[in-house]
DNA sequence: GACACCATACCGACTAGTTGGTATTGTATC
DNA sequence: GATACAATACCAACTAGTCGGTATGGTGTC
């Protein structure tokens, strides 16, 4: 491929772009199934020859949609400011207050592309699903090492795996995202992002120094 | 309308219940819109004639599988022995354990039908949605009352609201649905239900008496 | 019991419209 | 003219829903 003059970078509302930006806007209001492949064209402006030029099947753009929202979204958190704390615990509570004020507008808005993706896709296309798969478990990735550092500066006396609680921070915003769909309101997610920072501080909270008896194993 | 003799219930393997247990399978397995009525004819052994006759549209359908679930998963927690201990957080941590029991095969199995729903029909159709609304906070509510008595017997140093606490389990596990068909693992889900048992224990642990700081108000 | 009557359950071919995807042609840039 | 990109027309498969008609069985009357 040779890129020699100038403009080599395709113009920045490429029609590329404009079709993944599209795919999340409708996705993540009406579902991978419910849009269309016209439904994008026409909301991105393009037509469908242009659509079928840059992707070879729906299939193949929702695995772009799902890496281009990895990209977006990783930009955003990579760029937030709780990672500048000295302490890695508020890094952690950083991050879920951060998550928090990100609850604005409609579900729509607010809720995860990959999730939502996720739930259609599983069992009918692996390749979107792994794309899913690498979106969410990439961003809880993103949260090991401040946990690792915060539960080295501070043991609490349950025992608690780092990748474990950051995989849990995701279960919790996927599953309040469902909630705040079902009851039509975005309170409920707040709700339950304030009970995950509630765990989180009482796991780090020094006040737990008689060990709280492990759960026990069920019969 | 007149009930004369004898046999007016229709039989128990009747057709709207033979396609009701179709569509929760098939729904969970495929969500909603992947699953097409000759699907569920094919599945129930139905013809699509009788389909119609039973159901006016898919979407009444969709609605009759959501309260058809919030039936049978109701009648099993409801006879399930966790409401038999004393302490009423026994009865809370008896609930955590029999839903980290009853995960076993498949995602499509053990997942949650009313949640696969509401991805699908939150902004497409109100009625599914908020029979889907129905099934997962009418399930909470019947944490409710076990919530309040613990928060009476021993209050937690920090406030909690027992609606709330009960709305977030279902976040939870609703969540941990998701990871789990992301990752195609069922383990995703035990790892988020022991991090939940933990929260509750720690909501209650008496050695939390140096109140936690209340949670800061965001900036 | 024989009869007419009627309601419910059911069948499966059909339709109108939609879907993902293709074929063809045009155009701008090198 | 070669290459990249894009617009239009088009197709075969599929979809939810319809429709005319059948099967069964119960009810009331004689």
């Known amino acids: 491929m040779v ?39 026409a909301a991105a402006g393009v037509s469908k020859g ?14 772009a949609v799902a890496d281009h929202w990895s990209q977006t979204t990783g930009a955003v958190f990579a760029s937030a400011g709780y990672h500048d704390k000295a302490d ?31 739930q259609e896709a599983f069992e009918s296309s692996p390749a979107v699903r792994d794309a899913c798969a690498a979106s969410i478990f990439g961003h809880a990735a993103t949260l090991e090492a401040d946990l690792s550092a915060a539960i080295a500066a501070n043991p ?11 995989r849990h921070t995701q279960a919790v915003l996927q599953g309040a995202f469902i909630l705040a769909k079902a009851a039509d309101d975005p ?8 009970h995950l920072r ?22």
Do not use: W
């Open 50 to 63: 242009a659509f079928f030029h840059h992707f070879d099947s729906k299939e193949r753009l929702a695995v």
């Open 88 to 118: 890695p615990l508020d890094r952690v509570l950083g991050y879920i207050d951060l998550r928090a004020d990100l609850i604005r507008g409609t579900a729509a808005e607010f809720s995860c592309l990959a999730g939502t993706m996720t």
């Open 187 to 194: 309170a409920v997610v707040l709700e339950s992002i304030e």
């Open 198 to 219: 509630q765990y989180v501080q009482l796991l780090f909270s020094p006040a737990i120094h008689p060990p709280v008896p492990k759960a026990k194993k069920r019969p």
């Open 3 to 41: 890129l020699p003059t100038s403009t080599r970078t395709p113009p920045e509302g490429s029609t590329r772009t404009r079709l993944l930006d599209a795919a999340v806007r409708l996705v993540r209001a009406k579902g991978l199934n419910a849009t269309t492949v016209d439904d994008l064209c």
């Open 156 to 166: 609490p006396a349950v025992t608690v795996n780092a990748a474990s609680l950051a």
